[in-house]
T-cell receptor, first 113, second 112 residues
Framework: KNQVEQSPQSLIILEGKNCTLQ??????????LRWYKQDTGRGPVSLTI???SENTKSNGRYTATLDADTKQSSLHITASQLSDSASYIC????????????WGAGTKLIIKP | SQTIHQWPATLVQPVGSPLSLECTVE??????LYWYRQAAGRGLQLLFY??????ISSEVPQNLSASRPQDRQFILSSKKLLLSDSGFYLC???????????FGSGTRLTVV
């Protein structure tokens, strides 16, 4: 069964610190893996999209990594800011089939001053 | 630039009442359109997607239906709401199935 598991469920860090969020998936084969940021009560916003052949992709202070062999991805946030407080969602698009994306439940990140 | 509008932002409806949520996209032609539902603490669940006018695919059999009367308009409906229909509904669009999705701001539906 195609699944995306994220850890931790929630994380609290101090402003200015770095953090890494984890994503394990069982989707195979897959076309791409995405990370989204979702503020409370808002729609998700795309951070990165990586194809199965890419190992890393950056978007400002956000860096996503992908290890297709171990089926793991991580999102590293550098020098966190209060505005980084949000849920971060890992999403995998299977290679075949319809337009279904496999969504993780997200990691809720809280940045404290 | 492309924009997506979704309304209303919040809605409280009694059980058994009808529902109509609307989503419109500007600045693009023939987009793929999607309706998602998000339950608290859960991943997004794809409800419907459309690749063109009048073309609707349903992913989950349920009490809801969708329609695409115009190229950039996507409507989510129900004839009689159930308590279990409560949730956060999101509309999204993409150029293709491979690319990133752009989401609307969502509708918080509470069925009472």
């Amino acid at each position: 069964k195609n699944q995306v598991e994220q850890s931790p469920q929630s994380l609290i860090i101090l402003e200015g610190k770095n953090c890494t969020l984890q994503c394990n998936y069982t989707v195979s084969p897959f076309s791409n893996l995405r990370w989204y940021k979702q503020d409370t009560g808002r729609g998700p916003v795309s951070l990165t999209i990586m194809t199965f052949s890419e190992n890393t992709k950056s978007n400002g202070r956000y860096t996503a990594t992908l290890d297709a062999d171990t089926k793991q991805s991580s999102l590293h946030i550098t020098a966190s800011q209060l505005s980084d407080s949000a849920s971060y969602i890992c999403v995998v698009r299977p290679l075949s089939g319809n337009y279904q994306l496999i969504w993780g439940a997200g990691t809720k990140l809280i940045i404290k001053p | 630039s492309q924009t997506i509008h979704q309304w209303p932002a919040t809605l409280v409806q009694p059980v058994g009442s009808p529902l109509s949520l609307e989503c419109t996209v500007e600045g693009t032609s023939n987009p793929n359109l999607y309706w998602y539902r998000q339950a608290a603490g859960r991943g997004l669940q794809l409800l419907f997607y459309s690749v063109g006018i009048g073309q609707i695919s349903s992913e989950v059999p349920q009490n809801l239906s969708a329609s695409r009367p115009q190229d950039r308009q996507f409507i989510l409906s129900s004839k009689k709401l159930l308590l279990s229909d409560s949730g956060f509904y999101l509309c999204a669009w993409s150029d293709t199935g491979e690319g990133g999705y752009t989401f609307g701001s969502g509708t918080r539906l509470t069925v009472v």
